[in-house]
């Protein structure tokens, strides 16, 4: 970026001596009054703990990571890395660019320090001068006593890392997030490895805090897809009426919570047959049906992940609702697969069985289902390439560096919050389907939490039958 040493910008005007002075003057105290213990602090704790336990005499570096340019001097929205948020519970209105948690070895547990940007003072120039962080420019940061107040870990000026830092201590980093602690950190390949791949299993299981911050992200975003519903008509009048569809959901995540999940995936006609669309430029047209894939991330950052695929003028064709009901009833049945001491794998084979049955019975598989299901064949899968499942929570992707056996070839606990979307796309040129059914995607995806018994689905309340789905969006445009 074209900065100056004070953080003002090439092209900006030169400030006079007398502006400085006079603008150190004339302002009263603005306190934040009446501020509230974070929810997740006792849970922080819980984790802390277990984190100290599996690093004994070790220090851990933990940075929220800084600003990324989107053009020249313009900055993306900031979102801190999720394993700072997981071990601060910093909501996303109060987390700063830069930030670093050092965890201090301490006997047999670990002292928290975080090291934030302090609140630029009227007594400096940089509230008004600094583009990048004063105040003036991008809004109040809390004082470190308001963010000790708040989240219950001793704060420090940001300027004191380096000097933090020069204590040589068996130390560990998240490295690639913050250039100081890159650069004063040795570099141990497999210790910080071993870090990032503990940082994301521990995330494995959700305690309450998560689970009801989840809870919370879904119904937003059962929300957002009635705002869609209810855009549909004047998507359908409008050229690339897939952008109205795309604004409507984001006004609802700005609404409700920090921001999108991930882009939303708004792909009507056989754009749904892409499976991560999201130049989302395509027109909405009456008689298609239209993919939405989209997520409401709360303060907190946690996220849903949602995906529903509804008829444009509220009614399923026969074709349509064929299709449909094979990818129901495949979600059934993974569904059924997720429970405490089932395999991750098992969802995905679930609902790929009654895919490939279907396929068979439609009479466009070239060997049977049971052939097809064999691990070296997989023909099925030319209409469903993706997997069905994958753990949600702070990332829509979430736990990505956990071990393949505690993943993929894991097997399910009580308290995981996963996704369970099977699907089936038949493209455009696709001449081994019926003409009726080319160019239609269909994707259902819901949230599931694996309880003792079984699972909850925590977006059950938004249809997925298609005779439901058809009376929920009339009452909407009604």
Known sequence: MNEKEDGSRGYDAPNADALAEFMKSGWRPTPLLGIKTCASNKYVAKRIAKLSKEFPNTRLVIPAGGLKPRSNDSDYRFRAHSAFTYFTGITANDATPDSVLILEPNGDSHQMILLVHPRSSRDSDQFYRNARYGEF????????????????????????????????????????????????????????????????????????????????????????????????????????????????????????????????????????????????????????????????????????????????????????????????????????????????????????????????????????????????????????????????????????????????????????????EPGLYIHEDDELFPAQYRGIGIRIEDDVLVTETGCRNLSKNLPSHPDEIEVWMANLTA
Not at 229 to 242: C, D, M, N, Y
């Open 137 to 420: 420019w991008v809004g109040r940061r809390m004082t470190l006593d308001e963010t000790k107040d708040k989240y219950g870990i001793a704060t420090r000026d940001l300027a004191s890392l380096q000097a933090l830092l020069s204590t040589k201590i068996p130390t560990l980093l998240v490295r690639g997030e913050n250039p100081i602690a890159d650069e004063n950190i040795a570099i141990d390949t497999d210790g910080e490895e071993r870090l990032l791949t503990y940082l994301s299993e521990i995330r494995l299981i959700k305690d309450e805090y998560e689970i009801a911050e989840m809870q919370k992200a879904v119904d937003a975003t059962a929300r957002g897809f009635a705002d869609i519903v209810k855009v549909l008509t004047p998507a359908s009048q409008t050229k690339r009426g897939e952008r109205i569809v795309e604004a409507a959901f984001f006004g609802r995540a700005r609404l409700e919570g920090n921001d999108l999940g991930y882009e939303t995936i708004a792909a009507s006609g056989s754009h749904a047959c892409i499976l991560h669309w999201i130049k989302n430029d395509g027109d909405v047209n009456s008689g298609d049906l239209i993919l939405v894939d989209a997520g409401v991330e709360m303060e907190s950052l946690y996220t849903a992940d949602i995906t529903r695929t509804l008829p444009v003028n509220g009614k399923f064709s026969e074709a349509q609702r064929k299709l449909y009901m094979l990818v129901f009833e495949a979600q059934k049945a993974g569904f059924a697969a997720v429970k405490p001491g089932a395999k991750f794998k098992d969802i995905n084979a679930a609902a790929h069985a009654v895919l490939a049955k279907g396929l068979e019975e439609l009479g466009v598989l070239p060997v049977s289902a049971e052939e097809s299901l064999k691990p070296e064949v997989g023909l099925h899968r030319r209409w469903t390439i993706h997997g069905v499942s994958h753990m949600l929570g702070l990332d829509v992707h979430d736990c990505d560096h956990a071990r393949t056996t505690q993943y993929r070839d894991g097997v399910l606990q009580a308290g995981m919050i996963l996704t369970v």
